[in-house]
């Protein structure tokens, strides 16, 4: 079946410091994300992505994050100097996408994010 | 405002009885789908049930339910004989299909089989 593929499946970061999440989406999937879950907690929408560029953006995602998707297959987020408020599960997601029925959601296995 | 409501931080119930999980949702959009994710301790996100706005019946996956009221804008998940690896945190989302590509979460219920 296929899935979703998130690498590392934990980082430790120092404060200040760059991080690089990285995702496979499905294969044929037209529709990426992000979300965020900080211990646990609500599931909060960071980013999603459509036809090479950002299609909506929450509030959490402000200038120090970016996505890219530098080929057919990788989907990347960007922390560019993390903070401590940036400890969380990092999920990225991807949907075949359209309407009306758009599908569910299939999600990596996230990535454990820790800021010291 | 695009919304879902879980109001049940937590959940108790004996092994092999059933039982439900609230989920209201707020939306303007006429068309819409909702979503429940079950999430256990090893932490991914796993897919349950769907159900879309205008299907007119409930939808129903093995021992999972989803109990569709549109005009309560309620869509609360009903889970048959439960288990023992039932127990999990329970997220209700939603997707509207007209101007967002966001799937918008509840703050999830957290459900304890008990032997």
């Known amino acids: 079946e296929p899935e979703v593929t998130q690498t590392p499946s934990h980082q430790v970061t120092q404060m200040g410091q760059e991080v690089i999440l990285r995702c496979v989406p499905i294969?044929?999937?037209?529709?990426f994300y992000w979300y965020r879950q900080i211990l646990g907690q609500k599931v909060e929408f960071l980013v999603s992505?459509?036809?090479?560029?950002?299609?909506?953006k929450s509030e959490i995602f402000d200038d120090q994050f970016s996505v890219e998707r530098p080929d057919g297959s990788n989907f990347t987020l960007k922390i560019r100097s993390t903070k401590l408020e940036d400890s969380a599960m990092y999920f990225c997601?991807?949907?075949?996408?359209?309407?009306?029925?758009?599908?569910?959601?299939?999600f990596g296995e996230g990535s454990r994010l820790t800021v010291l | 405002a695009q919304k879902i409501t879980q109001t049940q931080p937590g959940m108790f119930v004996q092994e092999k009885e059933a039982v439900t999980l609230d989920c209201t949702y707020d939306?303007?959009?006429?068309?819409?789908?909702l979503f429940w994710y079950k999430q256990p301790s090893s932490g991914e996100m796993i897919f349950l049930i769907y159900?879309?706005?205008?299907?007119?019946q409930n939808a129903t996956e093995g021992r999972y339910s989803l109990n569709f009221q549109k005009a309560r804008k309620s869509a609360n998940l009903v889970i048959s004989a439960s288990q023992l690896g039932d127990s999990a945190m329970y997220f209700c989302?939603?997707?509207?299909?007209?101007?967002?590509?966001?799937?918008?979460f509840g703050t999830g219920t957290r459900l304890k089989v008990l032997a």
């Open positions: 997601a991807s949907t075949l996408g359209g309407t009306p029925v758009a599908g569910e959601l299939f």
């Open positions: 294969s044929n999937h037209l529709y």
């Open positions: 992505f459509y036809n090479n560029e950002i299609s909506e």
């Open positions: 939306t303007s959009d006429p068309s819409y789908g």
């Open positions: 159900q879309g706005s205008y299907d007119q």
């Open positions: 989302a939603m997707r509207p299909y007209s101007g967002t590509y966001k799937y918008i």
